[in-house]
């Protein structure tokens, strides 16, 4: 059984940097599979922040102009989402995904509530 | 960004009907169109995916059909348990991967 959990700080200041790790279980990270990071807030709704393909590709929406760093950790089966100079406007739920590009997102994780404030 | 419409953006139904919801991409996008079913304070749940590929474990009552910009998915008996907001995604473009705005559908 596929499982995801995100960790991270849920209060973040303006212009500081979001940071957030998500612990997978049930599959390996380094597995025929892409991961994502997709957030969601009253004001956006579901937004796909980004993802890691199988090959290791890095593919992020350009919507966030070039703040994000998505990355794996393979020895301890996680993924990471850094996202820098965050405004109010980044504040949401943010879900870790197995899934990505011409495919489908069938697990998520429970979802991390991060503020900027 | 290929941009997902749907409509509409809520419902009022009764258990035991039948529920169509729409989704329209600004392109073509084949089949990549994936549904979602989501509650409150819950991540999304997967129910369809390549436009008409039922998920496992997923209640048949749950179809989807549709190709290139048109999609739709319907709930055939509406169940207590089916009460939630909608979403489809399209997996087509590298670009963004994107959502509709979601559709609510409520209790009559």
């Known amino acids: 059984q596929v499982q995801l959990q995100e960790s991270g700080p849920g209060l973040v200041k303006p212009s500081g940097t979001l940071s957030l790790t998500c612990a997978v279980s049930?599959?390996?990270?380094?597995?025929?599979?892409?991961w994502s990071w997709v957030r969601q807030s009253p004001g956006r709704g579901l937004e796909w922040i980004g993802g890691v393909s199988q090959g290791g590709r890095n593919h992020d929406n350009a919507s966030f102009k070039s703040r994000v760093t998505i990355s794996v950790d393979k020895s301890k089966n996680e993924l990471s989402l850094i996202l820098t100079s965050v405004t109010v406007a980044d504040t949401a739920v943010y879900y870790c995904?197995?899934?990505?590009?011409?495919?489908?997102?069938?697990?998520w994780g429970q979802g991390s509530l991060v503020t900027v404030s | 960004d290929i941009q997902m419409t749907q409509s509409p953006s809520s419902l009022s139904a009764s258990v035991g009907d039948r529920v169509t919801i729409a989704c329209r991409a600004s392109?073509?996008?084949?089949?990549?169109l994936n549904w979602y079913q989501q509650k409150a304070g819950k991540a999304p749940k997967l129910l369809i995916y390549s436009a008409s590929t039922l998920h496992s474990g997923v209640p048949s009552r749950f179809s989807g059909s549709g190709s290139g910009t048109d999609f739709t998915l319907t709930i055939n008996g509406l169940q207590p348990e089916d009460f939630a907001t909608y979403y489809c995604?399209?997996?087509?473009?590298?670009?963004?991967?994107?959502f509709g705005g979601g559709t609510k559908v409520e209790i009559k």
């Open positions: 995604q399209q997996s087509y473009s590298t670009l963004s991967l994107t």
């Open positions: 049930g599959d390996s990270i380094s597995s025929s599979q892409w």
């Open positions: 392109l073509s996008i084949d089949r990549y």
């Open positions: 995904a197995r899934g990505g590009y011409q495919s489908r997102f069938d697990h």
